[in-house]
């Protein structure tokens, strides 16, 4: 009598249940993907600091090949050395085979969340850098003793304890963002009008830690659009899209922001939904991958995520369509430019930025050496591995200085607080691409921030 396979009858081993649940786990198609070439390590961040094959983007794919075979347990190596990728996506632009190593990572980061349990302290902080950076109304209330102790730094006692706190705090105090009350609580207009005949109408994603924090940057993007032929909408009660969420693998926040954002920003009637953060505009231009299967949303988050650009393709489109409306005034400067890699790897943003930055008479754009290659702000991964994040800050700040720039441009702010953080030169200035635009088309002094 025939046994069937699998039995105690046979030779063939049992199949071991996966490691992962039935929640998006990895989908073996694109595991299968990768053929262990090697094109993505020199571009892997953690491959160059450490040399350690689990921490390529190849030996993570193999990790998590072993946990689909239920080979191995997500807790212990697997959590690590997935939470020491900084989700750059360097290696998905490196890749001669088409590896859809995002989609990879974001389908096993939230497996972690949900499956592996942190310790205490780790789990207290990722709660409360997440009970804060995507809430603006609280962004607020910490910008005020925030604003009362950058003015207390500067006492030698002060400076003394702050070089004795531990990795993490250590980390989040000198990250922290140049503050002023009053642009912590600026208010962006609900409408400006396009400068002249109307080419365009947006709105405008003005963000958590960007509005408050980086507010200058949103009154010159909405100046520059304007000058530019577009009427630019900044719907008051938007929140926050769920880009630090996603990137962290906490889905269901994440989906729930993203629902909110599509729902707010719909019903305004625009030609795109612009974004001048790197890190928000990749997300938002995978909500309908984020939602697709959700029947109510799937079609709703596909067509929002058509109209998302960012800032420097719509001022790119344009300058390409009849050429700049505004007249630019010169700027002499050496200008390097960092490619965000939210922006350059994800979205595929390169060329645009640079364009519009040429458009600005006398600059001299330059490129920095090891361009593909992370600077270790990557959302909230300079707050959660502060040596890592480091020793990459202090490689993309030589990068930078090779180059000997009178200003530095990038188009994310956390890239902009970690350039300045390791860069460390008050001389130099550490601007958003537009907000030099905006300094030549109404000019003035270009700005230090």
Known sequence: MSTPAGSAGTNLPAARPSSFDARHPPERDLLDDCV????????????????????????????????????????????????????????VTACPSGVQYDR?????????????????????????????????RRLRVAALPGALYQRLRTIPAVRRLTAKLPGRLAAMESLLPPVTVREAFARLPDRTP?????????????????????????????????AEGCEVLVP????????LEVHAGREDPALRHARDTIKRFSALHVDHV????????????????????????????AAFSAKVRDVHEVLADLLADGGPRAPRHPVRARVAYHDACHLGHAQRVREQPRAVLRS?????????????????????????????????????????????PDVVVTANPGCLLQLGRHLDDPALHLLHPVQLLDASIRNVPVPRR
Request: proline share 5%; hydrophobic share 40%; net charge negative.
């Open 36 to 91: 262990h070439c090697g094109f993505c390590l020199p571009t892997c961040p953690t491959y160059q600091l450490w040399g350690e094959e689990m921490d390529s983007p190849r030996g993570r794919i193999y990790l998590m090949d072993l946990a689909k075979n239920g080979e191995i347990p997500l807790a212990g190596p697997f959590t690590e050395h997935i939470d020491a990728c900084l989700g750059c996506m360097a290696c």
């Open 104 to 136: 990879l990572l974001e389908s096993v980061r939230p497996q972690i969340e949900r499956n592996v349990a942190r310790s205490r302290g780790d789990r207290l902080f990722r709660e409360a850098i997440f009970a804060l950076f995507p809430y603006r």
């Open 194 to 226: 396009a400068v002249g005949e109307r080419r365009a109408r947006v709105a405008l994603l003005s963000g958590c830690v960007q509005d408050v924090f980086f507010h200058r940057v949103n009154e010159a993007t909405v100046r520059v659009l304007a």
């Open 236 to 243: 008051r009660d938007q929140h926050c899209c769920g880009a």
């Open 274 to 301: 612009v974004t001048n953060v790197a890190g928000c505009g990749s997300s938002m231009k995978e909500y309908g991958h984020l939602l697709a299967d959700e029947p109510a949303w799937a079609d709703r988050a």
């Open 360 to 404: 600005i008479p006398d600059v001299e754009v330059l490129d920095i050496p090891e361009a593909a290659l992370c600077c270790g702000s990557a959302g909230i991964y300079n707050l959660l591995n502060p040596e890592a994040a480091g020793e990459l800050g202090a490689r993309k700040a030589a990068n930078v200085r090779a180059v000997a």
